[in-house]
């Protein structure tokens, strides 16, 4: 079982529309979550982090946190042309062994205009 | 400002010819790794290291060296590159704690011919 699980997509959305990304995880006791911004050739940039059940909102982002399924979704709420980029679930994962994070694969979103 | 630098942003070489990647951060961050992405494969750890003089094999660390002889420097090393190392790299530092993100410098895009 891969332990961060995302769809590849593309997801496309209207501009405007809300995006839902999610991400599964294998580990029941991880603890920390984290969304990751990907432009084309760029470095991933951080944009959310989530520790706790629930929603954490940030501007047009929100988190969601639900451990008893062990999935994690970021909602971007009036998405925009500019958000158009692959969207990076990370997961600490007990016992992975090579790093504190492990990450997803990405999931590309596409916001059409 | 807080950032990892990570030099060349570009590199053209040929087969065998030896050549390092210079990463650096100055966050004072105990944990640092090198990433290498290439399309539909995700981000795949080539090395980490803990902490000063520590340093540990991560998912594809074949074909590369790293050294971690000062808190805040972290080179990869490829003695002798291939075409097959051909790929977009990153360095990324955090503290290496369970609640800790990465930063992640600006990338390296290697070419091997």
């Known amino acids: 079982q891969k332990e961060v699980e995302q769809n590849s997509g593309p997801l496309s959305v209207p501009e405007g529309a809300i995006a839902s990304l999610n991400c599964t995880y294998s580990?029941?006791?991880?603890?920390?979550f984290f969304w990751y911004r990907q432009y084309s050739g760029k470095s991933p940039e951080l944009i959310m982090s989530i520790y706790s059940n629930g929603d954490k909102e940030d501007g047009r982002f929100t988190a969601q946190l639900n451990k008893a399924s062990q999935y994690v979704s970021l909602l971007i709420r009036d998405s925009q042309p500019s958000d158009s980029a692959t969207y990076l679930c990370?997961?600490?994962?007990?016992?992975?062994?090579?790093?504190?994070?492990?990450f997803g694969k990405g999931t590309r979103l596409s916001v059409i205009a | 400002e807080a950032q990892v630098t990570q030099n060349p942003r570009y590199l053209i070489t040929v087969t065998g010819k030896k050549l390092t990647v210079t990463c650096s951060q100055n966050m004072n961050h105990e944990y640092m790794s090198w990433y290498r992405q290439d399309p539909g494969l995700g981000l795949r750890q080539i090395y980490y290291s803990m902490n000063v003089e520590v340093t540990d094999k991560g998912d594809v660390p074949e074909g590369y060296k790293v050294s971690r002889k000062e808190k805040r420097n972290f080179p990869l090393i490829l003695e002798s590159p291939s075409p097959n190392q051909t790929s977009l790299y990153f360095c990324?530092?955090?503290?290496?704690?369970?609640?800790?993100?990465?930063?992640f410098g600006n990338g390296t895009r290697l070419t091997v011919t």
């Open positions: 580990d029941r006791g991880s603890q920390s």
């Open positions: 990324a530092s955090g503290w290496g704690r369970v609640d800790s993100p990465l930063h």
């Open positions: 990370a997961v600490n994962i007990r016992n992975s062994g090579n790093t504190p994070l492990v």
